[in-house]
């Protein structure tokens, strides 16, 4: 699963107690279905993952090269 916020509309992350155990991250993005994101063992691993997310989000994006023709 890939969320992609854009920097105009930035993610909201809230984590959630799953009825079967475990926690989710529910990603909301403005203007976008929020997005769950499950199977994290505990609240901490959920957290852990929303930091990671946004360091990939803030990370600087790689150059596409084109083909000359």
């Known amino acids: 699963m890939s969320v992609m916020p854009t920097d105009i ?11 079967g155990g475990g926690f989710g991250v ?10 769950m994101v499950t199977s994290f063992a505990t609240e901490s691993a959920a957290n852990d993952w929303i930091i990671a997310h ?16």
């Open 26 to 35: 529910e990603v909301s993005i403005e203007g976008t279905s929020p997005t």
């Open 9 to 19: 509309s930035p993610a909201d992350y809230r984590i959630v107690s799953r009825d």
């Open 54 to 69: 946004k360091a990939r989000l803030a990370a600087p994006k790689p150059k596409r090269w084109r083909a000359r023709r």
